[in-house]
């Protein structure tokens, strides 16, 4: 949170996007902060995100603006993904924005709601999506998709480095008798081979078949073009990732945005011409990622593998 307030600290944040409001943790501070906002615009794709976090913003608002709160800030709240952003800035008139944050991946209320789907320590229909926006569920990809597919995402957005077995004995399973909740899967992935430390062996299948379920990976490719496009001169972006390929896709962007040409892959010619570097529209302001503190960690583990990356429009 802390680092999130410090990267916006020298801006005059008058139009704010929160592109993954959740409870709204993020945005309050943002607008307990910067009372030179004038115009608050959420995202998030799931409904009951929006229920917990409105209250609480117009209660930040009313406690910071006093009697004139409704007419100094305008707060509009978007139940959309936030790969939409340009579409949704556009139909609210928003010409420009000071500054973005994205806290990507699940919110605790995800994790928390056993209908959801999420969690492997609760028992619940395979669900997992975050919204109702999303075309395919959990049960669908764990019942119909090829199991090479299957493997593909444990070993690609799970990083399970036992991808292929599980995707055998999810398979298996699924032949006998349809995979429907989340303990049904716990079932059929079973034990993993090695030692797993203190993490649960269902941890990084879930952790896969969520990333596609939501398309989280692309909506983050999508929304970093739209969110820079939209930010005025010295607006700033700010992403904190939890997973080493969103990470990677931020980082990848960033530079790109910041004029880096792309490194020419393996089977490049070192004596063909380089790729041109692109224009550069940002400056980086973390050229390497922020992580949290170990008393942060302490405060809240779900921190552990979280990145920061900021980039401020020239
Ligand atoms: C980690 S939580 C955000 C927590 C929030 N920053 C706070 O302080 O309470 C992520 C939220 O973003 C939402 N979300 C994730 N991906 C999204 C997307 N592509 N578009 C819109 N919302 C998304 C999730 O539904 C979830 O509520």
Not at 48 to 69: I, V
Not at 112 to 127: I, V
Not at 250 to 256: L, N
Request: hydrophobic content about 40%; some cysteine; proline content about 5%.
């Amino acid at each position: 949170m802390d680092e999130v307030l410090e990267a916006f600290r020298d801006v005059r944040a008058r139009t704010h996007v929160d592109g993954t409001l959740g409870a709204g943790g993020h945005a309050r501070a943002m607008i307990e902060a910067h009372e030179e906002m004038e115009h608050f615009v959420g995202f998030d794709v799931d409904a009951s995100a929006h229920a917990l976090a409105r209250p609480r913003l117009e209660r930040a608002r009313a406690a910071t603006r006093g009697d004139e709160a409704t007419t100094t800030l305008r707060l509009s709240l978007v139940e959309a993904n936030f790969r939409r952003m340009r579409e949704a800035l556009r139909a609210l008139d928003v010409d420009g924005v000071d500054s973005v944050v994205l806290d990507l991946g699940v919110s605790s209320m995800h994790l928390d709601r056993a209908e959801r789907g999420f969690s492997f320590m609760n028992d619940g229909p395979l669900d997992m999506r975050m919204g109702e926006s999303a075309t395919t569920t959990a049960e669908e990809i764990v019942n119909a998709w090829p199991e090479e597919e299957i493997g593909r995402i444990l070993r690609e957005y799970g990083e399970e480095k036992h991808w292929r077995l599980l995707a055998r004995r999810i398979c298996e399973r699924r032949a006998e008798k349809e995979i429907r909740t989340t303990r049904e899967l716990v079932d059929a992935i079973g034990n993993v081979p090695g030692k797993w430390g203190s993490i649960h062996p269902a941890t990084r299948t879930f952790q896969g078949i969520r990333i596609a379920v939501n398309d989280e990976l692309g909506a983050v490719e999508d929304v970093i073009p739209a969110a820079i496009e939209a930010l005025r001169p010295g607006g700033r972006l700010a992403i904190i990732s939890f997973h080493s390929l969103e990470d990677s896709i931020v980082k990848r962007r960033f530079r790109h945005f910041a004029g880096r040409a792309e490194p020419p892959s393996e089977e490049v010619n070192r004596y063909m011409p380089q790729p041109e570097a692109p224009p550069k529209i940002v400056k980086l302001i973390t050229r390497k990622p922020k992580v949290p503190t170990s008393a942060e960690i302490d405060v809240n583990v779900r921190s552990r593998s979280a990145k920061l990356r900021v980039c401020e429009k020239l």
